[in-house]
């Protein structure tokens, strides 16, 4: 039997913009299937929330926990797309084993949980929304893997979202933050120290490490601020395509018209200005 509230499947959960987002689904008074690889979850999400454990890029523990939410509730109404980590370095650097696992997580674990949650959406409607990034619209030194990964994904919800219009009632939108104040630097640093360096990357791994090339500075926004813009895309009565999340995600983003010989000096000088700041601020 369906349950009376709107129901919401959230991945990425356990900290950062997850857990910022469940709250807020929390808040607005939806039941909230909080999920994460981790199994540890903020008291205040375990006591609001359902939590579960979720590998996204595990197709048979998907169509598990998409079952479970049917049989409990007998609806789901939206699916947060969260989950996701950042493998940094030059592109030469990366192992390409690494490259594969970041797109397992950042483009094929929306792709497998599209899969699984569609055929019961298209029975009532619902929405999908994404948390991408601007990295999905211009590359940055040192976030090659990433930024490709957020591009694809991109791709991918603009052919999902073109697809499903006008069907079934069900709508497709991309959330797109620059820099978030959560664990996503310490993540991306750890993946640096199994790098085997390129002296040619000097200057790129001193941007990584010392810059804000990985966590905006004081750019970054905060969790809560991002969780807002994905209940807003979750909500609107005409949800928008994209949500840029601040004004500096906006600039951002519109640096990928600029041509290549403009772009790519506004790459090298923020990561190399940042990397001084960095060492003095």
């Keep these: 039997m369906s349950t009376g509230k ?20 929390a808040d607005d008074g939806w039941t909230v299937y909080a999920t994460d690889i981790e199994s540890e979850f903020p008291a205040d999400i375990r006591e609001r929330c359902r939590c579960l454990e979720l590998d996204v890029t595990d197709s048979g523990q998907i169509s598990t926990v998409v079952g479970q939410i049917i ?21 030469e650097d990366i192992a390409s084993d690494d490259v594969r696992e970041q797109f397992d997580v950042l483009v094929h674990g929306p792709h497998r949980l599209a899969q699984a949650v569609l055929p019961e959406m298209r029975k009532h409607g619902g929405r999908i929304v994404t948390v991408s990034s601007v990295l999905g619209h211009t590359a940055s030194p040192g976030l090659g893997a990433y930024s490709a990964g957020k591009a694809a994904v991109e791709s991918l919800t603009d052919a999902l979202r073109i697809e499903v219009a006008g069907a079934d009632d069900i709508h497709v939108s991309l959330v797109e933050p620059a820099w978030v104040e959560t664990g996503f630097a310490a993540g991306a640093l750890g993946s640096l120290s199994e790098a085997d360096r390129t002296p040619t990357y000097d200057r790129t791994y001193d941007a990584l490490e010392d810059g804000w090339v990985l966590t905006g500075g004081p750019l970054a926004t905060t ?3 991002v969780a807002e813009t994905v209940l807003a895309a979750a909500t609107a009565d005409q949800p928008k395509a994209r949500y840029p999340v601040g004004a500096f995600a906006t600039f951002v983003r519109w640096t990928h018209w600029l041509p290549a010989r403009l772009q790519d000096p506004i790459h090298r000088g923020f990561g190399r ?9």
């Design 223 to 225: 969790p809560e601020t």
């Design 71 to 91: 049989t409990e509730t007998g609806r789901l109404d939206c699916l947060v797309n969260n989950a996701g980590y950042g493998v940094a370095g030059p592109v």
């Design 6 to 25: 709107a129901v919401v499947l959230l991945t990425g959960a356990a900290s950062g913009i997850g857990a910022a987002t469940a709250r807020a689904f």
């Design 273 to 281: 200005a940042s990397a001084f700041l960095g060492r003095w601020l």
